[in-house]
């Protein structure tokens, strides 16, 4: 059972945008930063968005982060096959023994 | 650039001690600020964070793992050879998973995320 709660599977068509949810708690997302990273079988995760909001050098623009509350938000447009991935969001819970704590993942399908 | 890199067996049997190794190149794991952690990502499963160690020895939590793991796991470093290494005793089929290591940036944890991961590497327990 993960701290964090994400949808277990988002799907949409390529050139839509998708939204992918976090859900946590005050003591995690809505007291701290949220990460988000792509992961790809067979290739090193990806660091997709930190801050809650910023994207690192290479990271096009097309994905986005918001944050409000105990919830965050990651968002991707114009959909590229190559988008297709497993998706987690990650934070600090200040309850918690642990430096970070993830979300249960979010496959996304581009149809 | 930053870079890591796994290394390790395949295959482990069941209680075996797995030992894992984590070389990077692009920077120095001997000052504040910097970390490398371990996380693993079972088949179907979630991502997991494992444990962590900080370049600044004088933190007093310089190394931590997962309470979940309890002392089944270790991390320590070498920075003469770039290197953190991961040990976890009494493997068992469950811990079956693609471990990786990541550079994390921040000083402190409400503020830090790992920017950079290695591949990973499949280790499968099984007798």
């Known amino acids: 059972q993960s701290v964090l709660t994400q949808p277990p599977s988002v799907s949409a068509a390529p050139g839509q945008k998708v939204t992918i949810s976090c859900s946590g708690s005050s003591s995690n997302i809505g007291s701290h930063y949220v990460s988000w990273y792509q992961l790809l079988p067979g290739t090193a995760p990806k660091l997709v968005i930190y801050d809650n909001t910023k994207r690192p050098s290479g990271i096009p623009d097309r994905f986005s982060g918001s944050k409000s509350g105990p919830s965050a938000t990651l968002g991707i447009t114009g959909l590229q096959t190559g988008d297709e991935a497993e998706y987690y969001c990650a934070t600090y819970d200040g309850s918690l023994s642990a430096p970070v704590v993830f979300g249960g993942g979010t496959k996304l399908t581009v149809l | 650039q930053i870079t890591l890199q796994e290394s390790g067996p395949t295959l482990v049997k069941p209680t075996q001690t797995l030992t894992l190794t984590c070389t990077f190149s692009?920077?120095?794991?001997?000052?504040?600020?910097?970390?490398v952690g371990w996380f693993r990502q079972p088949p179907g499963k979630a991502l997991e964070w494992l444990a962590l160690i900080s370049g600044n020895d004088d933190e007093d939590d310089n190394e931590r793992h997962s309470p979940s793991l309890k002392s089944r796991v270790t991390i320590t470093k070498d920075t003469s050879k770039s290197q953190v290494v991961l040990t976890m005793t009494n493997m068992e089929p469950v811990d079956t998973a693609t471990y990786y290591c990541a550079h994390r940036t921040g000083y402190y944890d409400f503020l830090a995320y790992f920017d950079h991961w290695g591949q990973g590497t499949l280790v499968t327990v099984s007798s």
């Open positions: 692009g920077f120095s794991l001997t000052t504040g600020g910097v970390a």
